[in-house]
């Protein structure tokens, strides 16, 4: 038979009678014919009382311990759609993550997958049971404690076991319907996708799309899983496709531009007046590196007579002050004349593979953004995307000015 995972994430079970609706959702694939694993997040809300309430019993908590409550959001999703897969008819048994077992590195907190074993899994389908498994956690092997993912980590979860069991497709369901060309709220006339390519979907979790955690799609691509967002919320009976993530191959017509995202999670620190000599470089970036700070869009302007440099990057905004004391800190080695910075700033992204056989895409786009009185304060570019940087006044401006101008206004 074949097999399908489904993934509920935490407003599709924020409760027992959205749970009884996920059940009927997974009726309908049992009844389909498939093998069916479900993975599942805590309630809406749960996890972060639990953070609150580690956080609140001792501020410097052991991460192991952390785990320990943290995880346990999951579980009782797990026993709850289980409890009601049995009460609709239908064979079923919630797991956790170490029954399974789903093997993780120790890093408490935002453990990475190490491999999963289905040999448990596919004893309970030989006897046709529906596999509810606890999302976002895991167990490291040496010490045997639990362990969790980080956030968005089911979605990870989900990804792994679709990969390990061998299954046709790992279908995400949200609260929202697809993948969007943008996100609607700004632009009315976003289109959800039918389908999206593996490289342009990591783009574009990475670039501030919500609908996915970056690391599940990283998975999926690895391991060639079809991936499709799908709305819980839509009536079993009638549920939409949704949106499948897949190879390019099965895309027949692929636009230039897929779409357009945007990050507001964004500063910018420029250091003026930097020597220009070797190693320079390193000693900025390097205490960045050591401290886990991300760098993302870097802009090096060399002086006039050559003997300095203007060094403009971005970091995350909740990164800003750390960044700034890490460089006040290392002022006598970088040896900068003044350090500046902004925090009202956002990062404006478009996608698509259509880049890679198209000349002149992102010059299009910047003299679009000029017309518009829109100026960019940096620019990065890669094979299938541009990402320029701008005030955050005219985030909306400039989205809905991308859209329309790579035609993705059109149905």
Sequence with gaps: MPRLVMKFGGTSVANVERIRNVARHVAREVAAGYEVAVIVSAM????????????????????????????????????????????????????????IPVVTSDAHGSARIAEIDPKNLEAGFAKGEVAVIAGFQGIHAETGRVTTLGRGGSDTSAVAVAAAIQAERCDIYTDVDGVYTTDPRIVPKARRMERVTFEEMLEMASLGAKVLQVRSVEL???????????????????????????????IVEQQIITGIAFSRDEAQ?????????????????GPLADANINVDMIIQTVSGDQSTTDMTFTVPAAEYARTRAILDQASSQIGYAQIEGATDVVKVSAIGVGMRSHAGVAAKAFRAL??????????????????????????????????????????
């Design 269 to 285: 620190i420029t250091l003026r007046k930097v020597k220009d000599s070797p190693g320079v470089a390193a000693a900025i970036f």
């Design 370 to 411: 000029a017309e518009k009185g829109i100026n960019i304060r940096a620019i990065t570019t890669s094979e299938i995307k541009f990402s320029v940087l701008i005030d955050a006044a005219y985030t909306e401006l400039a989205v809905r000015t991308l859209h329309s101008l790579y035609g993705l206004d059109q149905a």
């Design 220 to 250: 999926a691509m690895v391991h060639r899983v079809p991936t499709t967002v799908r709305s819980s919320f839509d009536p079993p009976d009638t549920a939409r496709p949704g949106t499948l993530i897949c190879d390019e191959d099965d």
């Design 44 to 99: 809406s809300g749960k996890t972060n009382e639990l953070v609150d309430w580690v956080k609140d019993a001792n501020p410097l908590y052991d991460p192991r311990e952390y785990d320990a409550v943290v995880a346990s959001g999951e579980l009782v999703t797990a026993g709850l759609l289980a409890v009601a897969l049995q009460k609709d008819g239908i064979k079923a048994r919630s797991w956790q993550g170490w029954q």
